[in-house]
């Protein structure tokens, strides 16, 4: 990492920490609503015992990639989450990684900075051990989660809009979360694979074609690429390794 990247990086990191501290959140739009009196009854919030922060995201439907760009993001397809879930406002931070695993592997240290040097394995383990503990459904979000999110009910480009705003990154997006677009990558539950045409309801890709799994997101280092911040942006990361500096994750809770 060049010095002009890691200036980018360190003030990040220094905005990230007074973000959390001291802002206050910006009012979330509502989500899509409910078809079952049952969910009704979801509380809009919820925080676990290790201050994990979740926002109930209810069942819709959206159309999941697009058709210009790359070619994997490629075919634009409809896709429907037919549940409720919770999914934590921001990304896993260090001091509750190490609340859970026991130990810190991040190399920019701050207990409220996100978690990174991560494997996917390990973020696979830390939501076993918290389910565990929670006695709750703790996982990675799928790939459809965690765009359904990202858009928040949007059909713009980014959440905030057609045009790449780099001080827009660390605005919450209208459903109140955090740093969707630019905290760290972070990793989702799916195998990095080509989509499938067609309307599809809760979409997780289980089958290894080859040894990918989906990251999504953008990276604040990444801020003179603004197509990597675009709601549909996709990639593939080794999941055995940690040497990945700018890679973390968030946590999705099920409702009940």
Known sequence: MNRRLRMRVALFFAFFIMLNGCAQEAEPQPEP????????????????????????IRPGT????????L?????????????SFYISINEITQAQYELIMGENPSEILGPGLPVTHITWHDAVEFCERLSRSESAYYSLPTEAEWEYAYRANTTTRFYWGDEFDEEALLRPNPWGLRNMA?????????????YSAGDQTNPVVGEKIENLKVIRGGYV????????????????????????????????????
Request: charged share 20%; aromatic share 10%; net charge negative.
């Open 33 to 56: 609503e409910s078809e079952t009196t049952t969910e009704d009854s979801f509380p809009s919030t919820l925080t676990d015992s290790i201050r994990i922060e979740f926002r109930l």
């Open 62 to 69: 959206f159309v999941m990639g697009h058709n210009l760009g």
């Open 71 to 83: 070619e994997s993001n490629r075919p634009a397809h409809t896709a429907t989450i037919s549940r």
């Open 182 to 194: 630019g905290g760290v990558r972070e990793w989702c539950l799916d195998w990095y694979a080509p």
């Open 221 to 256: 280092g990444n801020a003179t690429t603004p197509m990597v911040f675009m709601h549909y942006f996709r990639d593939g990361a080794d999941p055995d390794t940690s040497l990945h500096e700018n890679i973390g994750f968030r946590v999705v809770r099920i409702a009940h």
